[in-house]
């Protein structure tokens, strides 16, 4: 299977009236088959759409482990992307108040970036991944993506979120 990062999709202007600052932001993760599991993130501008493979470094547990040490240490995260035969880089970073993402080429590259509240960014991250679980359960998870999901990476995440609301 190859991976596919399409090509940029204009959204409409969608902001918040609370926050006219804040932008549209959302994740969806398909159920993975066969070692797959497409990825769609976008905000009022753009969309990044790739299909995260468990092999050679399995892109999944990567983003979720990279959203927790993100969100927690407030440090950049990448995470590859393998395009046989190249490898793209998600790059996640806090600026200010903003999760910005971005993804980069092969070489290193900006190809397109996303930007949105980080608060909110990384809480809708947590929480498709905590969807996803729910709706396929850890056995079929296990079972469509080749090894056990990453539990505790996303409890974790979850639990640095909650205490930030205490």
């Given at each position: 299977m190859r991976i596919t990062i399409n090509s940029?999709?204009?959204?409409?202007?969608?902001?918040?009236?609370?926050?006219?600052?804040?932008?549209?932001?959302?994740?969806?993760?398909?159920?993975?088959?066969?070692?797959?599991?497409?990825?769609?993130?976008?905000?009022?501008?753009?969309?990044?759409?790739?299909?995260a493979s468990h092999t050679p470094r399995d892109t999944f547990d990567d983003l979720v482990r990279s959203v927790r040490a993100l969100y927690e240490f407030e440090s950049p995260q990448?995470?590859?992307?393998?395009?046989?035969?190249?490898?793209?880089?998600?790059?996640?970073?806090?600026?200010?108040?903003?999760?910005?993402?971005?993804?980069?080429?092969?070489?290193?590259?900006?190809?397109?970036?996303?930007?949105?509240?980080?608060?909110?960014?990384?809480?809708e991250f947590a929480a498709k991944f905590e969807l996803l679980l729910q709706e396929m359960g850890v056995d079929e998870f296990t079972s469509a993506w080749g090894h056990a999901p990453p539990i505790e990476q996303i409890d974790a995440l979850r639990r640095l979120l909650l205490r930030s609301y205490e």
């Open positions: 940029i999709i204009q959204c409409p202007q969608l902001h918040r009236k609370s926050d006219p600052i804040m932008n549209l932001f959302a994740v969806e993760l398909e159920k993975p088959t066969d070692g797959w599991l497409q990825c769609k993130l976008f905000d009022d501008n753009s969309v990044i759409e790739f299909c990448l995470v590859e992307i393998y395009e046989e035969p190249e490898v793209w880089q998600l790059s996640l970073e806090k600026e200010q108040d903003y999760l910005v993402i971005e993804l980069l080429d092969n070489t290193g590259k900006l190809d397109r970036k996303l930007k949105c509240n980080f608060q909110s960014g990384c809480k």
